[in-house]
């Protein structure tokens, strides 16, 4: 399932996810949340002054994969990572940082507390997302809460339990 906070032109997905590394060397099953950070488009006012408006959550900037190998089990934590700067939604490559995987969530709550680098990392212009930032900060207890309990239930096995279609 996936789940989205909106902050005017910022936003953050949450979704649970079980993938299968392409890669046989490195390769296994895996099993976690993964988090990113996503502009937010906003097009054209349609409708009346009361109709709803489409929400686009479009480009993602940042991403963490709050992942564990289905080998290592729940809680091993071995395949937690971060991509810093993501590029046309890219991923780039894996970075594993010691504080991820020390203390996952308080590593997330500090790097959600401050987006503006992650923004400026993949080349997004900051000018316009000052108060958005503002309002991810505030919410950030309410974020990390969800990937926490999304967290818990894939080490539970009730979510993330067949791996994702890939093309």
């Known amino acids: 399932m996936l789940r989205v ?16 590394d392409p890669d046989p060397d490195r390769g296994g099953h895996e099993r976690g949340v993964r988090v990113e950070l996503r502009l937010l488009d906003e097009p054209a ?10 929400v686009i959550v479009d480009r993602a900037v940042w991403r963490a994969d709050f992942l564990e190998s289905v080998a290592g089990g729940p809680g091993s934590k071995d395949r937690m990572h971060h991509h810093p700067g993501m590029l046309d ?9 010691p ?6 969530m308080g590593w997330l709550e500090h790097q959600l507390s401050d987006v503006l680098p992650h923004l400026e990392a993949a080349g997004v212009d900051t000018r316009h997302h000052h108060a958005s930032a503002q309002a991810l900060r505030e919410a950030t207890p309410e974020v990390v809460g969800t990937v926490a309990t999304v967290l818990g239930e894939v080490r539970a096995g009730t979510l993330a339990t067949t791996p994702q279609k890939q093309p």
Do not use: H, M
């Not at 504080?99 to 996952?104: E, S, V």
């Open 89 to 97: 939604n890219e991923p780039g490559r894996r970075v594993f940082a």
């Open 99 to 104: 504080g991820l995987t020390a203390d996952p």
């Open 5 to 20: 906070f909106c902050f005017r032109t910022l936003g953050i997905t949450v979704e649970d996810l079980y993938l299968i």
């Open 45 to 54: 006012w349609r409708g009346s002054p009361n109709a709803s408006q489409p």
